[in-house]
């Protein structure tokens, strides 16, 4: 079973940025991060392929940008220009998500 550990997140003044990072223990064809805020579903922000496509959830395109280095199985988030909106628990995983969830990484964007 492949594991996956999300870090790098952490409070943020609104218009500031934070880079995420995600290792995982094997090989996974696309991969994608997560977010789900309080009250509120999972969504799916950005994913990425192992060739290189990615694709991204209207409300961060512009300002979100996913990345990975496939010799190290690991993904990147970099997050700029962050609004409060953005604030959630961040998860990666793959793109369909496995049944088994890491326990993310927190983000607040706040004041």
């Known amino acids: 079973q492949v594991q996956l550990v999300e870090s790098g997140g952490g409070l943020v003044q609104p218009g500031g940025s934070l880079r995420l990072s995600c290792a995982a223990s094997g090989i996974i064809f696309s991969l994608g991060w997560y977010r789900q805020a309080p009250g509120k579903q999972r969504e799916l922000v950005a994913s990425v392929t192992s060739g290189g496509s990615t694709n991204y959830a209207d409300s961060v395109k512009g300002r979100f940008t996913i990345s990975r280095d496939n010799a190290k199985n690991t993904v990147y988030l970099q997050m700029n220009s962050l609004k409060p909106e953005d604030t959630a628990v961040y998860y990666c995983?793959?793109?369909?998500?496995?049944?088994?969830w890491g326990q993310g990484t927190q983000v607040t964007v706040s004041s």
């Open positions: 995983n793959g793109n369909p998500p496995f049944k088994a």
